[in-house]
């Protein structure tokens, strides 16, 4: 089973929305929760690089930092990237 944090950016409020659009995720995906962040999103790419966690669940692609890096585009009409979000892979960028 794969170890998941749900990464929601602290100026996202009301984050109840957010949250429970990432448990869903998780437990359709059967990824164990090792907890919700709430802190930049270098805290979770630090957990990502230390092996910590193997996956990130974001509730919304916008939540990324557009200078992350690495950075991951789909180059696909917005429709369909958020119809397939299984498409997205938060882990890689």
Do not use: N
């Amino acid at each position: 089973m794969e170890i998941a944090v749900v990464w929601i950016p602290a100026d996202i409020e009301p984050s109840e929305p957010a949250v429970a659009m990432c448990l869903a995720h998780l437990r359709q995906h059967d990824y164990r929760l090792k907890g919700i962040v709430r802190a930049p999103w270098e805290t979770v790419e630090q957990k990502m690089i230390d092996g910590e966690v193997d996956v990130v669940v974001i509730a919304d692609p916008a939540h990324l930092p557009p200078d992350r890096s690495p950075r991951i585009e789909v180059a696909a009409p917005a429709s369909t990237a958020h119809e397939d979000r299984s498409a997205f892979d938060p882990q890689l960028g």
